[in-house]
C-alpha cells in the first residue's frame, strides 16, 4: 500500500500538475496570450522585448508563489477537516 506522505517527499506525487487547468477556457485564454505576444514580439524593439521578458519572468514568479500558498493553506485546510471529521 503507498504511503501518501512519503509520495509526496520522494516526488512520486506532484499535487501541482494536477492542479494545472485543461479547460477549454483556459486553453482559450493560453492562446489568446500567447497570440498576443508574438503580435507584441512582432512591433517592439529589442529593448522593449528585454523588458517585457522581465515583466512576464516577473509575472510567472509571482504566480508560482501564489499557487504555492494556495496549496499550502489548501493542503492545511483539508487536513483540518479530516481531523475534525475523527473527532
Known sequence: MSNII?????GRL???EKCISASD????????IARHKRVL????T???KAIFEKLMNCYE?????????IFTYSFKLGAQL??????
Open 14 to 16: 506532484k499535487p501541482f
Open 25 to 32: 477556457d483556459a486553453k482559450e485564454l493560453d492562446d489568446y
Open 82 to 87: 479530516a481531523v475534525e471529521t475523527v473527532d
Open 41 to 44: 514580439s512582432e512591433i517592439m
Open 61 to 69: 514568479e509571482l504566480s508560482n508563489i501564489n499557487e504555492r500558498l
Open 6 to 10: 512519503e509520495d509526496l517527499w520522494y
Open 46 to 48: 529589442d529593448e522593449q
